[in-house]
């Protein structure tokens, strides 16, 4: 977070997402703690009192003083204690810091993300009126619909993990519940749960559940696994799975499959399979050869597989709009309805899996589909970047309800002539004593991954990029040292626990 202010670049910084300034003469302003609760919401943020915005976005102090320092931040503390005013404070005393500029002072608080279980931090004792989220360089007030799907998010037990007391299981489908004991007998042949009955199946998968009542009832992930459209609507309102394939321009679409057309079940797993097959159809996958024969199975398979099934997991099926599937000739579209819950940043880092709906990731896990240890999007990246394709793009839409959207380009990357220049020459700079011979394509590829995995302004140690690249730490730490050598990172110096952040960017100029 630390990186997010630097008291030697106060004349370089504007408003935007992550930062924001207030003016405190007076005391503390009021919209303080919307920006608060605002920042504990989404990824984190500073907040810099003493300070305003002039006409041209630059900052200029607004005379706070010494002497008033010890008054704002008893204020501060006091308010931030007070669950009347703010539902919880996240915050440590060192998050909290006073720098002189000139005869004024200004003070910096750091907020940071908010974990999942803390969430929403709310105001005023009032948690549907008093949520705020970050939207670009202003506070807004969270909706109804997202402060309730912040709050089914903050338990342990995921939602699809819930009975239907009011179903039983018979109601399922027998033809969907079969096709998946197929593939999973496919998969693991041995498995011991192979030869049980549907009913004692399903319970171990995670389908079914013991009621109050004594009886065995679908959980919320076996009906959305196993059952039909019309039952699951019961459950899930906003329930909709759509894909749309677009890949004449002269038509509205080519092709299209709806949950709710009746032709067939519009269950999760069915939905998947028909999707799948589609994609892979429509893509021109490069296959393999390996001793001669032709590899099906790419890594491209793989990572089309990992991100139709995340999609889906990570779906909240309270929430409007459903999951959409688009596909064009050179490029696929998934949107789900719900934010990510590790974040952005973290989920393209890996190594932190957090489904919000764990049923269904465990369903999907026994038939060799959907990663538990957080690596799908990491290797998705990978992939990419070893096809040479555009990077695909990870984005989470604050609007009335949240909507997170991947891109799949499959588009060649074309290099930006000054970034691919100064990228190239850097590379060579690598000194000769970190690398002897020529860098190879490899060591390039490497390169350009931990690059593309780092946020402009964030800090990383390398224990972070390990489940990126593949490699031992050990190794990890030289590639970052070469890129430090090569002028595209900066380190912070420190002997144990090293961080580095990158100083080259998309247009080709140093941070």
């Known amino acids: 977070m630390e990186s997010l202010f630097d008291i030697t670049k106060f004349d370089s910084y504007r408003e935007d997402n992550r930062r924001e300034v207030k003016r405190a003469?007076?005391?503390?302003?009021?919209?303080?703690?919307?920006?608060?609760?605002?920042?504990?919401?989404?990824?984190?943020?500073?907040?810099?009192?003493?300070?305003?915005?002039?006409?041209?976005?630059?900052w200029k102090t607004t005379g706070l003083k010494g002497t008033d320092r010890e008054k704002l931040l008893k204020e501060f503390w006091d308010t931030i204690n007070n669950y009347k005013k703010v539902s919880a404070n996240i915050l440590l005393d060192d998050d909290v810091k006073v720098y002189d500029i000139g005869e004024d002072i200004v003070i910096v608080i750091y907020v940071p993300m908010a974990r999942r279980e803390q969430k929403p931090i709310f105001i005023n004792n009032s948690m549907f009126d008093g949520t705020f989220k970050r939207n670009h360089e202003g506070d807004y007030h969270c909706t109804n619909l997202q402060v309730k799907s912040m709050l089914r998010d903050q338990t342990e037990s995921t939602m699809d993990m819930r009975i239907v007391e009011s179903m039983t299981i018979d109601q399922l489908d027998k033809e969907t519940i079969q096709s998946y004991r197929n593939r999973h007998r496919s998969f693991r042949p041995g498995h011991p749960w192979i030869n049980l009955g549907d009913a004692e199946y399903l319970q171990k998968i995670g389908a079914a559940e013991i009621g109050k009542d004594k009886e065995l009832h679908p959980t919320a992930a076996g009906l959305l696994m196993f059952g039909e459209e019309n039952r699951i609507v019961r459950e899930f309102p906003e329930y909709f799975l759509d894909y749309r394939e677009l890949l004449d321009p002269t038509i509205r679409w080519t092709d299209r499959l709806q949950s709710s057309s009746g032709e067939w079940s519009g269950n999760l797993f069915e939905f998947y399979f028909r999707v799948y097959n589609k994609i892979i159809k429509n893509v021109k996958v490069p296959f393999k050869m390996e001793g001669g024969d032709r590899i099906d199975d790419t890594p491209v398979h793989r990572a089309l597989r990992e991100v139709l099934a995340n999609c889906l997991v990570n779906t909240d099926f309270f929430v409007p709009r459903g999951v959409v599937i688009k596909q064009e000739s050179d490029m696929l579209v998934l949107e789900n309805p719900g934010s990510i819950r590790v974040g952005k940043y973290q989920m393209k880092l890996g190594g932190e899996s957090d489904p919000r709906n764990k049923a269904?990731?465990?369903?999907?896990?026994?038939?060799?589909?959907?990663?538990?240890?957080?690596?799908?999007?990491?290797?998705?990246?990978?992939?990419?970047?070893?096809?040479?394709?555009?990077?695909?793009?990870?984005?989470?839409?604050?609007?009335n309800i949240e909507r997170t959207i991947v891109t799949l380009s499959f588009k060649k990357k074309v290099p930006k002539k000054g970034a691919e220049k100064k990228y190239q020459k850097s590379a060579e700079k690598v000194p000769k004593k970190s690398a002897e011979k020529k860098v190879t394509k490899k060591t390039l590829g490497q390169y350009q991954t931990i690059l593309s995995a780092m946020e402009p302004d964030m800090w990383y140690q390398a224990s972070e990029f390990i489940n990126i690249l593949g490699v031992k730490e050990s190794r990890t730490k030289i590639l970052l040292r070469e890129l430090v050598s090569a002028g595209l990172l900066e380190d912070d110096g420190a002997t144990k626990g090293k961080k580095y952040r990158k100083l080259f960017r998309e247009d080709g100029n140093h941070g």
């Open 360 to 399: 269904l990731m465990k369903m999907f896990n026994l038939i060799d589909i959907g990663e538990r240890a957080g690596s799908g999007v990491p290797e998705l990246f990978a992939v990419w970047q070893q096809e040479g394709w555009e990077e695909p793009q990870i984005e989470e839409r604050q609007d």
């Open 25 to 58: 003469n007076g005391g503390l302003p009021s919209s303080l703690w919307n920006t608060y609760s605002a920042f504990a919401n989404c990824y984190g943020g500073i907040i810099i009192l003493g300070v305003k915005e002039e006409s041209d976005k630059s």
